[in-house]
């Protein structure tokens, strides 16, 4: 998590590191989304400032940012699952403190179900051609083709990384 927390103004230029990106207003979203892949494949869909959903090159869930929250993936300890944990910025005397909260199975269905939600709004709407493109990185790359058919190979129930490390 950065030192400052600002608003993003222009995710299309400074999410760098998603090295085909696009920016586009979808029908069923207030504001246009930013989304994007690594040169692994690995996945980011910025949803405005917030929520913000990052993904491994297997289409795991690695981090999330909503409501103020990060979210991360952590192994469960003796398995090769993942679960999630969020944590809290808490400023006291010149410093940054994260409290951590390890999510009970009730919030994570909650907050995988309400990630699904909005991907499948997403996917919809991208099938059915309600969106347009403000913008995209490399300007030549068929970017919303790619989300499409990423998102048409999503797994159902949404997995859980084992890490929140790219892989």
Not at 95 to 106: A, K
């Amino acid at each position: 998590m950065a030192r400052q927390e600002n608003d993003r103004e222009d995710l299309l230029a400074e999410a760098t590191a998603l090295v085909e990106r696009v920016e586009v207003a979808v029908a069923g979203f207030e504001r246009p989304l930013v989304a994007g892949f690594r040169q692994d494949g690995s996945a980011s869909i910025y949803f405005g400032a917030e929520p913000a959903y990052h993904f491994n090159s297997l289409g795991e869930l690695r981090r999330g940012y909503v409501a103020g929250l990060l979210y991360k993936t952590e192994r469960l300890s003796g398995t090769t699952l993942g679960r999630l944990v969020s944590l809290k910025r808490h400023r006291a005397a010149g410093e940054v403190q994260l409290l951590r909260h390890d999510l009970t199975p009730d919030e994570t269905c909650r907050f995988l179900d309400a990630l699904a939600n909005r991907l499948t709004i997403l996917r919809q709407s991208l099938e059915q051609r309600n969106y347009q493109i403000v913008g995209q990185v490399p300007a030549d790359a068929k970017v919303v083709e790619r989300l499409r058919d990423w998102l048409e190979r999503l797994q159902v129930p949404i997995v859980i990384a084992s890490s929140p490390r790219v892989r």
